[in-house]
């Protein structure tokens, strides 16, 4: 048998791995997933990011494509951008996807990858939809290695938008717990706590127990079926922002503490929700949208210390 004769791997083919082998750990490195996906149909990464080691409900995917000679969608403009022509199939896909969809060109002379909202382009160009092709841009700086946090903005900002969220708010609730018997605090002593932060709107709130995860079912209360907690907001779209705010804030609260005792902090996830003003006009739906899949709890075991746990979502 000749030689010539078996499967040839094209040098496209080889780019391409390569070029997804070179992205992936981008975001790996960042706590995020990178997963490759193995049917191609015009994403090659499922990711979903992670802030602080905690899931969050946003999540896109990446198209990847590697800048060089075999390349023949990727070119190099006068001024230093990369235009990359693609299937208008492709495009009309990601444009009716419920996930953003990222661009990535991957230069494997610098080893350097740079990147652009796929999605967001193909909207402002909706005229383009009628060729065959369609081309987007895709800047040289930054680079992807320097968007972690402007990645974020855009994953929160496509949300939003698929809410019909014009001014989203971050929102969770807080409940106070003594441990390790899981007894509520009184109301008396929720309300002396006062909880005050620069950063955070906070106001008391009730819950009923039945409405926590199935754990809900040890703890005890000398006020009835409720605890009372606080309603935590804020304006500012940053989810690393609210959680260093919020641990930050429970971590000023200080009660007196039996030996063997600890003060624990059961937080709701995270969500996307309408402002107070959208509250008050919105038609229909509830604009709400879970950032994160698990109930953080916030352990403090002395005035001085504090740890964190995570418990499994179950419908609080």
Not at 26 to 55: A, H, K, M
Not at 143 to 152: C, G, H, P, W
Not at 175 to 181: A, I, N, V, W, Y
Not at 188 to 199: D, F, G, I, M, N
Request: aromatic share 10%; proline share 5%; hydrophobic share 35%.
């Amino acid at each position: 048998m000749e030689i010539s004769s078996t499967p040839r791997r094209p040098a496209s083919h080889i780019a391409g791995d390569v070029a997804q082998s070179a992205v992936a750990p981008v975001f790996q490195e960042w706590g995020w997933t990178g997963d490759r996906i193995s049917s191609d149909y015009g994403e090659d990464l499922d990711c979903t990011i992670f802030i602080d080691n905690q899931r969050t409900g946003l999540h896109f995917r990446c198209q990847v494509k590697s800048l060089g000679e075999e390349s023949h969608y990727v070119k190099t403009l006068s001024d230093g951008t990369f235009s990359v022509r693609l299937k208008t199939s492709t495009c009309k896909a990601w444009l009716l996807s419920y996930f953003p969809v990222l661009l990535v060109v991957y230069d494997p002379r610098s080893k350097i990858s740079f990147w652009t909202n796929a999605t967001m382009q193909i909207r402002e160009n909706l005229s383009a939809l009628s060729q065959r092709t369609m081309t987007l841009r895709v800047r040289n700086r930054p680079s992807l290695q320097e968007s972690q946090q402007a990645i974020i903005c855009q994953i929160q900002s496509f949300y939003a938008g698929l809410l019909r969220l014009s001014s989203p708010t971050l929102e969770c609730e807080v409940f106070p717990l003594l441990m390790p018997g899981y007894r509520a605090l009184p109301y008396y002593q929720v309300y002396e706590l006062k909880l005050a932060s620069s950063q955070l709107a906070l106001r008391s709130t009730p819950r009923h127990i039945d409405s926590f995860p199935a754990w809900g079912t040890s703890l005890h209360s000398l006020q009835g079926p409720y605890l009372l907690g606080w309603r935590v907001t804020s304006s500012n779209e940053d989810l690393k922002f609210f959680l260093e705010g919020l641990k930050e804030t429970l971590g000023t609260v200080s009660i007196p503490l039996k030996y063997n005792e600890w003060l624990s902090f059961v937080c709701s996830p995270i969500e996307f929700t309408l402002s107070d003003k959208e509250k008050n006009t919105t038609l229909c739906g509830n604009g709400r949208l879970p950032t994160g899949g698990v109930t953080l709890i916030l352990t403090q075991i002395s005035s001085q210390t504090m740890t964190t746990h995570m418990w499994p979502q179950m419908g609080m």
